[in-house]
């Protein structure tokens, strides 16, 4: 149990993990972007354009989902404070 905390710790804290992220994490979110760009080329040229925007809609979800999980965090709190609204009272 007490290897276990320890870990739970180390990686809570800011250690070489986050250095890292915090080193390369705008590399890897402009190559990720630069990909999504010239899949979305190669796509357009090769007239798959019902490939062309499953592959943005797969995008959009993994940089959301990657890139950005502080948007959706809230979602399922939100959206239940507005539809129950009333009943909440």
Known sequence: MREHLLTVLLMLGDGPV????????????????????????????MRKFTALVSFGCLMLFVAIFIFGPELIAGVGENLGEQLFKGWSQ
């Open 18 to 45: 986050t250095a890292l992220n915090k080193l390369i994490g705008g590399e890897i979110k402009q190559a990720f972007y630069l990909i999504c760009a010239l899949g979305a080329i190669i796509l357009a040229w």
